[in-house]
Structures are given as C-alpha cells and as structure tokens.
C-alpha cells in the first residue's frame, strides 16, 4: 500500500485537511478539477491562493491582507499528494471511476520508465488517483485525461528517460578497461575520462564518474591499485554545501546526490557530515579554568543538576531596534552573585567536557551519538554564555561612554552600533576565561576587557565622533548579541538558526517540541538526540528523521512570513 504523500504548500495542505468530511460527490467534483487545474498551470507563472482555492472548490475564501502566491511548478508538485488525500477521503474504489484508467506498471511499460520515474512524476505534476482494488488494499492509478496532459508538458522528459537503459557488468567492465587504457596512454585526469567516455557510449558524464570511482574505491579497499590517483573532490566548497544543507534539514540522499551523483548511497552522505562535523568541532577553542570538581564521576548530577542551569536560559532575541537596546542596558539590573557564580562554574564544566570527549573522537569515522552529544553540550554551554553577558549588559553602556565622551542617545547609529558589537565581544572573552571557583565576581575581569576594547575600537576609527542631535532611527537594528558566535571557529553547525526561533510560534506542537529542545529555544537546557529519541517514545533514527522535517517546516513557515511582509 503506497503511503500517503504529504502536501508542502501550507494552503493545499489545509484545505485537504478542511475537505476530508465534506459529501462524497462534492469530493468527486473537487478531484476533476484539481486534475484539470494541473493541466492548465504553467510552472514558470505566479498563481494567487485564493485563486488556487476558488479553482478547485468553486468558492473564493476571504483572505485578509495580501494573499500568498505560490510559483505553478510548487503547485503542481503538490496537486497530486492533494488529490490522493481527497480520494482516500472519498474512500474512492476502482469501479467509482467512469473515465479509462492506467496503473503505474502499465504507465512504466507504456513509457518505457522505472516505477521510481513515475513517482518523480507525481512530484511534477501527473495527478494519480488513489483507490482501493477488489481486496480493499489502495493502489494508485491514472487517468487518460491526466497522463496525456502529462505527456503534452513534459513529453521530451518522458522520451529520454524511455531511452536509459542500465549499464550491464559486461559494459561497466568494458569502461573500466578502456579508462585504464586512456589513463596509460593519454595520462587522462579521472574527470577528463570521463568525459571522452561518456561521448564515446552515449551516457551521462556524471554515472561514468560514478561508475570509476567506485571501481578505484574497491580497488584501495582491496589493497589493489587503483586506475587514478585522485581521489573524489571534498573541497571547502563541496564541505560548505554539504553542511548548509544538512543544517536546513535536508534528507541525506539528497545530500548524496547533490555531492555524489543522482544514485550515490546516502550513507555516503552521513559519514561525510560526520567528518565535516568533527573536523569543526576540533578547530574550537575550548581551553579554560579546570576544577578538581570538574574530574569527579558525580560532576554532572553536581554541576548541572541547578534549575537555574538548565531553565530561563536564552531569554529570547535581543533588541531589534538601537533605541531598544539602549533601553535594556540603561534598566539592565545587577547581576545575583550566587547566580552568576554557578552558571558560570556550569558554563566552564560544559566546555571541558565536550573538550575531553572530543580528544576520543576517531577523525575518519567519528561516532554519531559522541558527536551530537558534544555539540549538544556546547550549545547549552552557549546558552548559558548569553544569559552571562545578560547579566552584565549594565556595564557596556558606561563604558562606551567613558570612551566616546558622549551619551549614548547622541552617538550616531553608524557608529554606535559597531562599539556595542565590539562590547559584547569583549564581554563574552572576559566569560570565556572567567573561573569563578578562584573566587571574585565576573564584573571585573568584563570591566577591564571592556574599558580595552572600546579604547582600541575608539582609536582604529578614522575622526572624532560627532554629537548628533536626535536619538538613533529606529530604523537601525541593533546587534543580537544572543546569536553571536563565542569564536571565529565556533562552527555555524552550533548556533541555531534564528529563523527557527522566529518560527517556533507557528509550528505544531510535535515540530515546536522538538526545535525547541533541540536549540534550547523553550528557554531549557537542550537535548541530544538521544534524550529526544526516548521522550518521544522513538528510536533516534526516527527522532533524527523528524528533526529534519522540523527544520524544514520552520524554514519554510519563516520563508513564507518573509514573503509575506
């Protein structure tokens, strides 16, 4: 039984949800003419939501301010998931339809394609029908209507994929030896070879890389020598466009296949990112004081077990706005001693942790549940810096002061706002290396880093400040110092995008559960994936799964606010 496809566009997926109690033949209805929508789109234009809605309903809903437009091609890849959910509504059965139908295996011989084409399809714009066959058991089937409306969009598609055909052992081995031949006798590059081979046996220049590259692969594994030298490109870039997609929550056979070629195996993809992931981490600076309590078996029911530890931490954004900023550190209140000096202690303990489980992380392979682990704690270590250089915010506005001269409503935002980026900085280095097991509070060591920072930033600046008359537009945003990075090495991997902050609020609650306990946005402690795994009663393969879509829901709703303003 197929499993049920799930709609991405947020309107589609309401209205499915909206539908599924509405008459049998008002869904019937509903179905035809989101099918004859699908034909009619052009992928390239704009279509309103409204529009959307009104073309398959037959009623225009009110929208309230602008309404949302959604690209065909985005459209398209939806209506089909769209309609599989109103006929599984309608508990939609073979012999209801009065119109021809074909099934996916008589679609692949009559197309000359793999099944696995065919769902790419449904992904483009074929509408499939889901209905349930003489033993009750759903199955997917097309109308003629439909697949001729496909074959009129995307005909030249369809022929080239009915002309792949597989490469046989018999002709894999024949590349292989002439490859070898081109690398004797020409000194071709891999890349160059296959490139002259791929002309010479009519295939894609990519599955011919593939193909001699997994064939050099078993060849060192084997202790044989392979045909080339080089080994597949893992470039910064290819690094960089690995990472950033897995932290947008993309699939890793998506990732495989971006980095690796269109059938590369997706755990490829996994131990990449696990290399890439300790490679960062190993580039952090987490060296700091050491307690003796720190080397106990009990420190960390010790250390971390303080509800001020491991609750109210991250207090949310900080100010958007200079004006806002300016306020919070005229009202900033007095930091509490006691609390002060066991986040601070907690702080310390979290990083030396992560750095001596980073000293048994094996470069090559690196364990994933050690990895999360380390990560986990370091971004708890980061939220309790925030809550740290919250406490001492009151400190930075008189010390911008002493050094400009002026008040700090009449420094001009231009200028204003880098002195207080340089502040915070400097706040953060003096927690850093503050050890608070050595005795003294952590507002003299702020103190003297600031007084520092500000001098220097003061004197690399090119002329005197001027006094302005009017306090900062609130037209200039002020520096979120709750995102800001501890080191230039701490890895974009740690800090939480603020995107999935800002959209918490908007997602169901499982999603919103899970981004908020994996960042720490709910204001507590985070959670490996691990812990995640066992709260929601899953294995940690399916609780990383749901991350993943969590991400790419909070992405997508943030996107869409975005568009929206």
Known sequence: MPPLARCQIAALAELADQLRYAPRGALLRQIAHAETLASELEESEQYPEDWIVYRITGHRPEVSGAAATYAGAAVLSDLSAFVERLCDAAQLEKGDLEEPTIDAVSLCARWRVSRKTVDRARRRGLIARRVRNERGRATLVFTERAVEAYERRRGDAIERAGRFSRLGPDMEAKIIRRAARYRERFNCSLNRAAVRLAERYGRSHQGIRELLERHDARQRELGLE???????DRSARTMVSALRMARAGAEPSEIASHIFG??????????????????L??????DGPVSRVFLRDDADEVLLAPEIVRARLGGGPGAGELVEMIR????????????????????QYLRFRARRMLEQIVATDPNPTRLDEIETRL????????ELVRSQMGLLGPAIERGVGLPLERIPPHRLRP?????FRAIGAAVDRFAPFHGGRLAAPVSLRLSRSIASAIEDEHGPLAET??????????????????????SAWLTPMGALREAMGSLGG???????????????????????????????????????????????????????R
């Open 379 to 386: 971004r708890w270590a980061a939220l309790l810096r925030v």
């Open 510 to 564: 499982r999603d919103r559960l899970i981004i908020g306990r994996r960042t720490g946005f709910d204001g507590e402690a985070p959670e490996s994936i691990t812990r995640l795994a066992e709260r929601l009663e899953t294995t940690r393969m399916h609780a990383a799964r749901y991350e993943r879509a969590a991400v790419r829901e909070a992405l997508r709703l943030h996107a869409q606010r975005a568009e929206a």
């Open 469 to 490: 008359k009017h306090r900062p537009a609130t037209a200039h945003r002020a520096p979120d110092f709750t995102l800001m990075r501890p080191s230039v090495a701490w």
């Open 419 to 423: 002195l207080m980026v340089v502040g």
């Open 328 to 347: 919070l550190i005229r009202e900033a209140p007095p930091p509490d001693a006691e609390v002060e000096s066991v986040r601070a202690v907690a702080h």
């Open 226 to 232: 392979p045909i080339f030298d080089e080994r597949p």
């Open 262 to 279: 269109p059938r590369a195996d997706k755990r490829r993809a996994t131990r990449l990112i696990r290399q890439i992931r300790a490679r």
């Open 281 to 286: 981490l190993a580039r952090l600076a987490l």
